[in-house]
């Protein structure tokens, strides 16, 4: 039997070097010059430290292209309210989501169950496994996942 996994998977070598360069621009750009402006990064969650609103959307749009061009899906991080953190300065969080969480694993599989295609899908653990007698049937069922529109970021993994 034919089988594929559907997962949500950040590649974290691509989001260091994005987090790098949007450093490296953070320090080399004009607006910057004499504030406090720093980006941390702790391979879990990435935190934004300014001094006003301003400067915390701009290094959050710089840090966005930046991912974006390194082909990081912005969709695999939960942006946070900018809250005060001591003196003047205010942090923001960008939590990381690796995985599938329960209910949008449940919603893939009644989309897939709802598509009356000849193939069985199982949660297991943080991805969905599909599996079928025929390749054809496993690449329709990619086509109407990709097509679902779900908040997570999904890749087709290890077809079989």
């Known amino acids: 039997m034919a089988s594929f996994d559907i997962v949500s998977e950040v ?13 490296k621009e953070v320090e080399g750009r004009y607006d910057f010059k004499g504030s406090q402006a ?6 879990k969650e990435i935190i934004l430290l300014a001094e006003d609103d301003y400067k915390i959307e701009a290094m959050g749009s710089i840090l966005q292209s930046k991912l974006h061009r390194r082909g990081v899906d ?21 939590t990381m989501v690796q995985g599938i969480e329960k209910e949008v694993a449940k919603d893939i599989v009644k989309l897939i ?13 943080d991805k969905v496994r599909v599996t079928a007698k ?3 049937e496993l690449q329709e069922t990619i086509a109407r996942v ?14 079989r």
Request: net charge positive.
């Open 74 to 94: 912005i969709k695999s991080f939960k942006f946070e309210k900018a809250e005060p953190a001591g003196g003047k300065m205010l942090r923001q969080k960008l």
């Open 113 to 125: 169950k709802d598509s009356k295609l000849k193939v069985q899908p199982q949660i297991m653990d």
């Open 146 to 159: 990709k097509a679902g529109g779900f908040a997570v970021p999904l890749q087709f993994n290890n077809m």
């Open 134 to 136: 025929s390749i054809d």
């Open 11 to 23: 590649n974290i070598q691509e989001v260091d070097n994005a987090v790098n360069q949007a450093r």
């Open 38 to 43: 720093e980006i941390q990064w702790d391979k």
